[in-house]
């Protein structure tokens, strides 16, 4: 007579639920635009994950973190906060920072007129407020949340160049911490994404150093 597996007997059935973490899933993954990732500072072809696809365009996250950027440059008086101008990503120097400089230092004249503003239709969950008119973005919590099935899979690790930059890699993970778009505890803080790939509702202070940045862009299909 087959005997009852003691682990899930009815006196302890929970342990009847417990089950392993899933394991991350192996991304479909493209090159698309050219970004320094070397620790000299050297040019490398930039590697996305095909995150989802729709009536001709995919959303692309890239793959590792590719600079270490605050949410917001520090130009208060005296490191004062004025806690009561918000800073949130539609006015955030990063948000000016990915669709500026590394916008223009990562596509060619060609691969920008793939790219998708924002404003082009609504791929994303959660309102922009001003901010419609960008090609590169952040995710938000939510959608970070819904993309990504598990913490393993938030994992994503920095490279050599934004370690040169500031950024660190988790000695268990290799993973770093990542913003968000997202509006935080208050109003200087922002959403971000741990090392061991938990994400935070928390958020850190929009000042803080040291965070890095992946990249969201929306590209009509080749």
Not at 77 to 106: H, Q
Not at 212 to 220: L, M, Y
Request: charged share 25%; hydrophobic share 35%; glycine share 8%.
């Amino acid at each position: 007579m087959e005997q009852p597996n003691p682990g899930t007997t009815p006196e302890n059935p929970a342990a009847e639920e417990e089950q392993a973490p899933p394991e991350p899933r192996e991304w479909e993954t493209v090159t698309f635009g050219r970004y320094p990732q070397a620790e000299d500072g050297g040019v490398e072809p930039i590697r996305w994950q095909v995150i989802r696809r729709e009536a001709g365009r995919t959303l692309l996250v890239s793959e590792k973190c590719l600079a270490s950027q605050p949410f917001q440059i520090d130009n208060r008086v005296d490191g004062k906060t004025d806690l009561y101008t918000p800073i949130l990503w539609e006015n955030c120097s990063l948000r000016d920072w990915m669709n500026g400089e590394f916008f223009d230092a990562a596509f060619t004249e060609e691969e920008k007129a793939r790219m998708l503003y924002v404003s082009d239709g609504e791929p994303l969950k959660e309102p922009f407020g001003d901010a419609r008119d960008e090609k590169v973005f952040l995710l938000s919590l939510d959608e970070v949340r819904s993309y990504y099935a598990s913490d393993k899979e938030r994992v994503s690790a920095p490279t050599p160049y934004a370690i040169g930059q500031g950024a660190s890699a988790n000695s268990v993970t290799g993973g770093c911490q990542w913003w968000l778009r997202s509006a935080g505890y208050s109003t200087i803080f922002a959403t971000m994404v741990y090392p061991y790939g938990f994400s935070s509702r928390y958020g850190y202070d929009v000042y803080m150093k040291g965070l890095c940045v992946r990249p969201c862009i929306w590209v009509t299909e080749a």
